[in-house]
């Protein structure tokens, strides 16, 4: 069975502090996907990588796919309360070629003003 | 809006009873998928169609679950005999297939509650 470990589960801090989201396995993906979802809502994607030390800027989101492709990061620089939600991983395996999505339990962030 | 919606966005049910929810995906997307999510996790795959063609089903989708995909175009998933451990968001996402095959957009989902 695939897994995707995310640290840490739950994260509280004040706006304007740094943070960083770590999601690890011990399988291979082709492509990962961090998504945020706000509750009562569907995930919404904030970006894709594919390529091994693949590195990603959105504004103040970077993200990072490790060179194995086992593992990824997400860091947020200077977070505002609207960062606020929680933060998910997906990986898609490459050999099968489904698509299908195999998800981090998700990390919850709460920024406080 | 040309995103994937979902009906219902809530759906109250007694146990036992049957449900059907209603997802269209983003129209030129071939590949559409459900997922389940319970509170606290993140979501589970539980199948997929390419166009019409149902290809994989998880084995958290028992007998009492039913998707289809008749036209291609929105799928229906059914639930019968609803338990309480149904009670879950369901999610529908659509993929356009292809050289960029990997990004799922997804619905706003339904809300399931099985009392």
């Known amino acids: 069975t695939q897994l995707l470990e995310q640290s840490p589960q739950f994260l509280s801090i004040q706006e304007g502090e740094n943070l960083t989201v770590y999601c690890n396995s011990s399988s291979v993906f082709s492509s990962l996907q961090w998504y945020r979802q706000e509750p009562g809502e569907g995930p919404v994607l904030l970006v894709t990588?594919?390529?091994?030390?693949e590195v990603k800027k959105l504004k103040r989101l970077t993200f990072q796919f490790g060179d194995a492709r086992k593992d990824s990061s997400l860091h947020i620089t200077a977070a505002q309360t609207g960062d606020t939600g929680l933060y998910l991983c997906a990986g898609a395996h490459g050999s099968s070629n489904t698509g299908k999505l195999i998800f981090g339990q998700g990390t919850t962030l709460q920024v406080k003003p | 809006d040309t995103g994937v919606s979902q009906n219902p966005r809530h759906k109250i049910t007694k146990r036992g009873q049957n449900v059907t929810f209603r997802c269209d995906p983003i129209s030129e997307h071939n590949r559409l998928y459900w997922y389940r999510q319970t509170l606290g996790q993140g979501p589970e795959f539980l199948t997929y169609?390419?166009?019409?063609?149902?290809?994989?089903k998880s084995r958290l989708l028992s007998d009492r679950f039913s998707a289809e995909r008749p036209k291609g175009s929105f799928s229906t998933l059914e639930i019968q005999r609803t338990e309480q451990g149904d009670s879950a968001m369901y999610l529908c996402?659509?993929?356009?297939?292809?050289?960029?095959?990997?990004?799922?957009?997804f619905g706003p989902g339904t809300r399931l509650t099985v009392t």
């Open positions: 996402a659509s993929l356009a297939g292809g050289k960029s095959s990997y990004e799922q957009y």
């Open positions: 169609f390419q166009n019409e063609a149902q290809l994989e």
């Open positions: 990588v594919v390529t091994g030390g």
